[in-house]
């Protein structure tokens, strides 16, 4: 399994776990777009707010790091490996060539590739995470 597609696993596991069993948690309707039908085979987002999902995760675990900008901080948010090999093998699944592998200018591009591809697989990600 791709390091992206653990992502998407990770955000649609989150945002339907949060969406069941913490309703009291539940973010105003048009900042709490949960889909009903998830269809992870085909990574379709269809409409979860992944700023949302990932906040609510942060604050769960005391503050999630800089998950905004840095990759790392998003990976370990995640539970996912954030080593330099898992990096790079990111990297290569979004063809993302900036910078030198581990740089800061990397890590940075990174993270804006997979904030760019959640959307782009119909996740509701603000323009500021993308760009």
Known sequence: MGIFKSILDKIFHHSS?????????ALPPTQASIATDINV???QLQAVDVA????????SKGGGGNWRTSIVDLLKLLDLDSSLAARKELAQELNVSFGINGSAEQNIALSKAVMQKLAENGGQVPESLKH
């Open 17 to 25: 776990s949060a969406a069941a069993a913490e309703p009291a948690l």
């Open 41 to 43: 085979s085909s990574q």
């Open 52 to 59: 949302a999902v990932l906040t609510r995760l942060a604050l």
